[in-house]
């Protein structure tokens, strides 16, 4: 697959996928093979959206050395060639990224989603050469991405230029921290510019080619429906339909995170609330209280998606 091939596959939805754990905190391999096979039947496919797996909401950097190669094989095992595979790579000197970088191609993962060495104090000089580095040494796609306040917001949009001309930069996760959102749009033919401001519209305007989200692996149709009408030029529906549901989420989250931290703490609980109950996340975050999944419940039903009764489980 050549790198102009991964870049029309790293588009959409960016459906982050959570890890499920089970009641003594082991990842659960076979109810995640069966979720990825129900997120294909879903609609989660190649050309439409991107199943990243061990991504930060996925709780990649909380998983052994050993889990998140085996949770990656399993996912591409499990998508059977339909879906574009991502994986997620966090916070690792040059030497062990690229290990880490060559066991997830040897996976069958179509990308990258790399985070700087943010603990070993970087420099902007060591950023570029630790992403030169990491995109000599593979042959599959990467997407920058500069975890919002971990770097002190390091990477400039000069920084980002010059990563477009490394051979596997294929996509940038961009927040414009301390920039004007469109300051790297001049790129956006060079690699696909993914949003991660939770304002897909706007980036999708621009000539942006996906964007980061809450619910794709939750309720697929919902983020697919805002990708088509994008894709059609239907901004206002797109937006309309999008702020419905993240507005009360993006309320709940801060509610939520201010009483236990943990980035999956909620997508954990919307999938239990859609009968997809995939564990909670290992301590020391706290699951949500059964008043928090009540107040979820009722949120989801009001969205329209397809809650079940209490009991049932659909995966």
């Not at 909380?62 to 949770?71: C, F, G, K, M, N």
């Not at 950023?127 to 997407?143: C, K, Q």
């Not at 009001?302 to 049932?312: I, T």
Request: charged residues 25%.
């Amino acid at each position: 697959m050549n790198l102009e091939e991964i870049k029309s596959l790293i588009i959409g939805p960016m459906a982050t996928v959570g890890t499920p754990f089970d009641d003594d905190f082991e990842v659960d391999y076979g109810k995640f093979y069966n979720l990825t096979q129900w997120w294909v039947d879903q609609g989660l496919v190649k050309g439409r959206a991107v199943i990243k797996v061990a991504a930060a909401m996925g709780e990649g950097p909380q998983l052994r050395d050993e889990e998140w190669p085996a949770l990656l094989r399993t996912a591409v095992q499990a998508a059977d060639g339909k879906a574009a595979i991502l994986c997620g790579l966090h916070y690792k000197d040059t030497i062990r990224q690229i290990e880490d970088a060559k066991k997830a191609q040897d996976m069958g993962a179509i990308g990258l989603q790399i985070s700087p060495p943010v603990h070993n104090g970087p420099t902007r000089s060591d950023v570029l050469r630790f992403y030169e580095d990491v995109s000599n040494a593979i042959d599959i796609g990467i997407m920058v991405y500069n975890t919002m306040g971990m770097l002190g917001d390091l990477i400039t949009p000069d920084d980002y230029r010059t990563m477009a001309g490394f051979d596997n930069v294929v996509a940038i996760k961009w927040a414009a921290p301390g920039y004007p959102y469109e300051a790297i749009f001049d790129l956006k033919d060079k690699v696909n510019i993914i949003d991660n401001t939770k304002d897909p519209t706007r980036n999708h305007r621009m000539g942006g080619r996906g964007f980061i989200n809450w619910t794709s692996e939750i309720h697929p149709p919902h983020d697919l429906a805002v990708w088509d009408l994008m894709e059609e030029g239907k901004y206002e529906e797109a937006r309309t339909l999008w702020f419905s549901v993240y507005d009360q989420l993006s309320d709940f989250y801060a509610k939520t995170g201010a009483i236990s931290g943990g980035q999956a703490r909620v997508k954990k609980g919307m999938m239990k609330v859609m009968g997809m109950d995939i564990g909670d996340s290992r301590p020391p975050s706290e699951p949500l209280s059964e008043a928090e999944i009540d107040e979820l419940r009722e949120m989801l039903i009001g969205f329209g998606f397809p809650v079940p009764e209490r009991e049932a489980v659909l995966v």
